[in-house]
């Protein structure tokens, strides 16, 4: 039997940085987008709840896929075991991680 692959993928959204661990990774059809399957969470038999967590299995309740935009995924590691989902602030001033710069092309915008 071959053992799954588990991929740890980092994404900012809505000016948050947010880790998830999955079973499914892979170039979307989509144009410029991510595709992401199978979303691994903890254990339900485990007494301390992350509320950060929680707030994640409700956001993707029902999602069999989600499809991340390119430009916003920081970070896609294979790791050996999954851990545990979450959503940090981000800060830019500190680290060295840059976001790539926004869409090049800007709805109403013209050249004058």
């Known amino acids: 039997m071959t053992k799954k692959r588990i991929y740890k993928i980092k994404f900012i959204s809505q000016g948050k ?5 999955a079973r499914e ?3 979307s059809s989509i144009y410029g987008f991510i ?3 199978e979303i691994i969470f903890g254990e339900k038999s485990v007494l301390v709840v992350d509320p950060t967590e929680e707030h994640l299995k409700s956001e993707f309740s029902g999602v069999n896929r989600t ?6 995924i920081v970070r896609v590691d294979e790791v050996e075991k999954g851990g545990i989902n979450k959503i940090t602030e981000v800060s830019l001033s500190e680290g060295n991680v840059a976001m790539f710069p926004s869409p090049i092309h800007t709805p109403g915008k013209t050249k004058k």
């Open 25 to 27: 990774v892979s170039q």
């Open 17 to 21: 940085l947010y880790e998830l661990f």
């Open 35 to 37: 595709e992401i399957g």
């Open 67 to 72: 499809y991340i935009p390119m430009h916003t």
